[in-house]
């Protein structure tokens, strides 16, 4: 029986669970023996210019080794485009917690007291905090550029008379929040420049894409970097490749030609670790009474935050997943990208799709209330049916597969929809001060998005007849190794102990993409399942060598790991006895698996939310969903995924926000304000299963690091709005917190 | 100042500077790196370690006001032969951690929640982890590996 | 992050602790569980050149009846009020309210001397010795005195201890009336209270509605002239100039206000 599709706990647990992992900060080896710790200082101000540094006091504070600014930074590795961002700020901040500094100790302790002495001389500037400021263009932020506009797109139908034959037409400003990533380890690197080579170990997702990074930054061959990426906590897509601080920690040990090491702390990561999301949405849907949609448009003002990271990219993303999983054909999306004075944005899971989906549901829903229809029905008289994949949509995607109608029908009825409106209809008219509300949501999404780039696997079988992968995805909690290790035994017989898994480290896997867009078992795994094909091929020759006969008649007993003539145990052969057939060049495979295209998971989440209409506090209590990434090969690892996946759209709708006052400065700059979800915040899952496999892997996987969040944070956004509909609430902004919620009562009985 | 700590029934000393968190000194001078820092605000658990037989937050404790005491981390908490304690065992069997890093907090906070009430309630075990963040598994494993590892704790081995 | 150096002491006797404060003079904080103390000094936003460890006075740590009051000492845990068994039967707002600060670790460490005497008006036991009427006493150089709990709480991080002066025991009469209550609201339950109401018969008293915690006098007045709780509740507000932060504004927190004293006064009148 194959081992796919079991429920296997994970073989990285024990060492988790017993000594630890192995963080940056954790590393305790002789390369790194008397490396320095680096400390930042960073900007306390949005936006200024720097009108003079004097680190004297601080260089004299016994400890200090060296106070690096950008005067240290050679003029090559300056940016050489107008938004481009520099290592340390070059005359003019723009985010609070941007680097200004760099500090180096010999101990851990005097890295603080001696930033505290470093005098930086600031002459403010016109903050622009909202994408609201940065559109009118009264200030700029790189004055060179001559506008705040990092980018812009289309994508769709442009034409207005799309909405003029629509009976009905709504038409809203909605905010999709800016939130922190928190993965719980923080950024940290450490770096060692030593004969002529640059080691960083680095808390990324990508190690190669982080070495082609630093190598390209600092002027250095990629030969001459070798990025290792050891346990990495967390990573959420806001540790993709490597960022502007622990580039600056690299440069900063092949400047002093020494080691270097850097952990920051939480406030730092705050304020400096990228931020996701962060979209004004204006969206316009048409339709007719009888619930059919017909056009619907979303313009979308990406905030960049102070330089355009990712941030434009992301919404070409949420562009192209606009009308998700409903059949518009007048649909259209465009986007504007702007930089604002606040912490830069890039990706955080789902980066770009939650933000379309959450924008189209909350689109259903304002249609579905203003014709007067249950939100369910007109969702269902929408979607796009089961019969249409591969279907292109308006707006340029191809989804692969699907059934919609199947994923909604299955949440509703597990949920036992009618039954919660009939408690919902009890508790109003009872006028219970605690009401009911239901939201629902449909989402699609695409993963492996850059389906063509691929990813590596190198699998050999060592001399003792185990195996090793060199696998270009990079884990940080998703059980690659244990995924991994059952993809080769499922294809070899090899048992899954006997598997290695080894990744993020550049000199033993040189070209990989690594992890984010939930491209991993997709593209990763099924780079291992195609290595795994190619050693058992080369493996058949082998042992119809050593058996003397032909290949055709030899099988692999999958079940012991066994070469033999077929239905003759007494030829058998072991991986081991193979392996050493090999002769010289060993048993083994180097591939790259790229996909025809990227993959389409969907799914329907079904929220109930309790709300206090007296206080406003929202309360999840139940959800349940169907989230279908096509084939399953580890249910624990999937429902992991899904869980935390859930946690994270919860958390967006109803708790989490970072926040800016007006001049810029965060109020949201520790864990005690920054309401990241806790255990009680938050219900046990109810997951539901269903499986439509691809057609574009030969494992029939799509992604599922990020389906959790994408659907679940507009059903519990939805779920806050239903509870208080009755109260002619028709719309909250996320995050709905008390405020907010009681806020919206408040504004609805106002206008009653 | 010289600080010894009874760390996983192993006295450490170490001279170390008076503003020294016992986290730092976990770390430093025990060399013990499971237990991790997380935030600066005692407020994500990660450095949760037992203090005298309860959980605590190392972060948020000096070196100096627990000199003489008894500490048991993460590494101290499998028997001497090597077998997990139930919660560990539990963690591993319903897929509680993810990537690992609020592990060590969430495990010790998870030992002295059942130490205190050796047979909660859902909304209990989630009441007794407010402390402790997760960003991976949106805490529904964590929840069952506790109530589970309640559960063998109950039935005689 | 790590607090900016200082020098520690840790002292043995109550005496030697106030011995020790008078050395170091002003810049000398005392260290209870230090769960207040210590998130500042590491955000360096409390800045002491001299703490003086009072965790090891166990001679401070208990919860006794002493027939006309409940005596606690100061430096008994949060922990240790939620589980206590006499104050449960005694006094079960302040055992509820213990049980209600911060998360189980904070408890473990923290001390109700520790809370009063940081005088946050976010904190939960402030408002909750009010609400009971509570006696506190204090020692310092001059000897040992009575402080009550309406005259304890002067203004924001202000309490009315003298520099050097310890807290060292609080002092809980047998409430006239049984019925309690402790209405917390926040956003999250680790979350310092959005605003927050401890009742103890017709006692009320409000965390985070300024810069001190408070007596809802407004609503005592109007219950004493007469008004049922939920007119009396109404008042809850009254004379009150909350703080604006990212989770309130000021009039939320006076809404809330009104909303929790009506809860609190009906969930304490069931009681009584």
């Known amino acids: ?752 | 100042m010289n600080v010894t700590i009874t760390v996983n029934g192993t006295p450490i000393t170490a001279d170390v500077a008076d503003r020294t968190l016992l986290v730092q000194f976990l770390r430093e001078a025990g060399g013990l790196t499971a237990t991790n820092v997380g935030c600066d605000t005692t407020s994500c658990g990660a450095c949760t370690v037992l203090l005298d037989g309860e959980s605590v937050k190392s972060c948020t404790v000096l070196a100096a006001q627990v000199d003489g005491s008894a500490v048991t981390t993460l590494e101290g908490l499998a028997s001497p032969d090597g077998q997990m304690h139930p919660v560990q065992r539990a963690f591993h069997a319903e897929h509680a951690l993810q990537c690992g890093f609020c592990t060590p907090g969430m495990v010790m906070a998870a030992v002295s929640l059942l130490a205190e009430n050796p047979d909660p309630t859902q909304d209990e075990v989630r009441a007794g982890l407010e402390g402790n963040l997760c960003r991976g598994t949106g805490y529904h494993h964590i929840v069952r590996a506790v109530l589970a590892a309640a559960r063998a704790g109950r039935e005689p081995a | 992050m790590i607090p900016a150096p200082f020098t520690y002491r840790r002292a043995g006797t109550v005496a030697e602790a106030l011995e020790m404060a008078a050395e170091s003079g002003e810049d000398a904080k005392y260290l209870a569980g230090g769960h207040s103390l210590l998130p500042l000094m590491k955000l360096r936003l409390a800045v002491p050149e001299v703490l003086i460890d009072i965790g090891r006075l166990r001679e401070a740590a208990y919860v006794r009846d002493e027939g006309g009051h409940i005596a606690i000492g100061a430096l008994t845990r949060h922990h240790d009020l939620a589980t206590s068994g006499l104050l449960a039967s005694r006094v079960p707002l302040l055992a509820y309210a213990a049980g209600c600060v911060g998360d189980p670790q904070v408890r473990h460490r923290g001390t109700i001397g520790g809370s009063l005497a940081h005088g946050d008006p976010a904190a939960d036991l402030p408002a909750v010795i009010l609400a009971l009427d509570a006696t506190l006493v204090a020692q310092g150089p001059g000897g040992t005195r009575e402080i009550a709990a309406a005259d304890f709480f002067q203004g924001l991080y202000e309490t009315a201890l003298a520099p050097g002066e310890l807290l060292t025991e609080i002092r809980v009469k047998r409430p006239e009336s049984a019925g309690w209550s402790f209405q917390k609201f926040t956003k999250r339950a680790i979350d310092w209270a959005i605003v927050g109401v401890a009742a103890q018969g017709d006692r009320v008293a409000l965390v985070n509605m300024g810069m001190t915690p408070m007596r809802a006098v407004a609503v005592e007045q109007a219950l004493a002239a007469g008004l049922a709780p939920e007119q009396a509740a109404s008042h809850a507000a009254d004379g009150t100039s909350p703080p604006e932060d990212i989770n309130a504004t000021a009039a939320y927190r006076q809404h809330l206000a009104r909303v929790l004293v009506g809860r609190a006064l009906a969930q304490a009148r069931a009681r009584g």
């Open chain 1, 1 to 752: 029986m194959s081992i796919l599709g079991t429920r296997v706990v994970r073989t990285e647990d024990p060492r988790l669970l017993t000594v630890g992992g192995v963080y940056v900060d954790d590393l305790a080896i002789p390369e790194l023996d008397g490396a320095v710790r680096a400390t930042f200082i960073r900007s306390p101000v949005a936006h200024a210019a720097i009108t003079g540094i004097d680190a004297d006091a601080a260089r004299r504070l016994p400890g200090v080794v060296a106070v690096l600014t950008a005067a240290d930074i050679a003029e090559a590795m300056r940016p050489d485009k107008p938004m481009a961002e520099p290592l340390l700020a070059i005359d003019r901040v723009r985010y609070v917690g941007e680097p200004v500094a760099l500090v180096l100790t010999d101990g851990t302790c005097q890295g603080e007291d001696a930033a505290e002495l470093v005098a930086v001389e600031y002459e403010p500037l016109a903050p622009v905090v909202t994408v609201a400021d940065a559109l009118l263009a009264k200030t700029l932020l790189f004055p060179a550029a001559g506008t705040n506009i990092a980018g812009t797109g289309t994508a769709g139908r442009a034409d207005p008379d799309r909405f003029g034959g629509c009976e009905v037409v709504v038409e809203r400003t909605i905010v999709n929040q800016r939130v922190a990533p928190v993965p719980l380890e923080v950024r940290a690197t450490a770096a060692r420049w030593s004969d002529g080579r640059l080691t960083v170990w680095a808390s990324t997702q990508n190690a190669q894409l982080a070495r082609d990074t630093i190598a390209r930054r600092l002027g250095l061959d990629k030969s001459a970097v070798r990025v290792i990426a050891p346990d990495v906590g967390g990573g959420f897509g806001a540790k993709v490749g490597i960022d502007r601080d622990a580039l600056t920690v690299a440069w900063a040990a092949y400047h002093t030609r020494g080691s270097v090491r850097w952990a920051e702390t939480r406030s730092e990561n705050l304020s400096g670790m990228v931020h996701g999301r962060g979209q004004r949405q204006t969206i316009r849907i048409g339709g007719h009474r009888d619930g059919r949609v017909i056009a619907y448009q979303l313009s979308i003002v990406q905030d960049c935050g102070a330089y355009p990271r990712s941030g434009a990219f992301l919404a070409s993303l949420t562009q192209l997943m606009a009308s998700g999983v409903y059949d518009i054909p007048g649909c259209g999306a465009d986007y504007q990208a702007v930089v604002t004075t606040t912490t830069p944005i890039a990706a955080y899971r789902g980066a770009g799709r939650p933000e379309a989906t959450a924008a189209i549901e909350r689109a259903m829903d304002l249609f579905a209330g203003q014709i007067g229809m249950d939100p369910v029905e007109v969702r269902r008289r929408n979607l796009v049916p089961a019969q249409a994949f591969p279907y292109r949509t308006a707006t340029g995607a191809v989804y692969d597969t699907g059934d919609y109608a199947s994923a909604l029908a299955t949440v509703l009825a597990g949920a036992g929809y009618e039954d919660l409106r009939a408690e919902q209809a009890r508790r109003r008219e009872r006028g219970d001060v605690v009401c009911v509300g239901i939201g629902v949501s449909c989402y699609v999404e695409i993963t492996a998005a850059d389906a063509a780039s691929g990813e590596t696997a190198r699998l050999a079988i060592d001399g003792d007849g185990s195996a090793t992968v060199y696998t270009g995805s990079s884990a940080h909690g998703q059980g690659h190794a244990t995924a991994w290790a059952m993809l080769v035994q499922d294809e070899l017989g090899i048992p899954m102990e006997r598997v290695t898994v080894i990744h993020g480290d550049t000199d033993a896997i040189p070209e990989a993409v690594g992890t984010y867009g939930s491209r991993s078992l997709q593209l990763g795994g099924a780079a291992v399942h195609k290595a795994a094909s190619q050693v058992r091929d080369k493996a058949r020759q082998i042992a119809a060598q050593l058996i003397e006969a032909s290949e055709a008649d030899l099988e692999l007993d999958r079940d012991h790991g066994f070469w033999q003539v077929r239905g003759d145990p007494t030829t058998a052969l072991t991986w081991a006895q193979v392996a050493a057939g090999a002769g010289e060049d060993g048993l083994e495979a180097d591939v790259r698996f790229t996909a025809p295209q990227p993959t389409f998971p969907f799914g329907a989440h079904l929220a109930v939310v309790e709300v206090d209409t007296e206080t406003g506090k929202a309360r999840l209590v139940r959800h349940v969903t169907v989230d279908d990434a096509g084939v399953i090969v580890n249910p624990v690892l999937a429902e992991g995924q899904r869980h935390g996946g859930i946690a994270q759209g919860a958390a967006q709708a109803l708790l989490e926000e970072v926040r800016f006052d007006a001049d810029g400065n965060p109020q949201t700059a520790t864990l005690a304000d920054y309401a990241a979800v806790t255990a009680p915040d938050l219900p046990s899952f109810e997951l539901l299963d269903s499986v439509t496999p691809t057609t574009v892997n030969p494992l029939g996987v799509k992604g599922i690091g990020e389906a959790g969040t994408i659907g679940a944070m507009p059903a519990v956004q939805s779920a806050v709005i239903d509870a208080v509909a009755h109260l002619g609430v028709t719309h909250i902004d996320m995050p709905a917190t008390p405020q907010h919620v009681w806020a919206a009562i408040n504004e609805a009985r106002a206008a009653r």
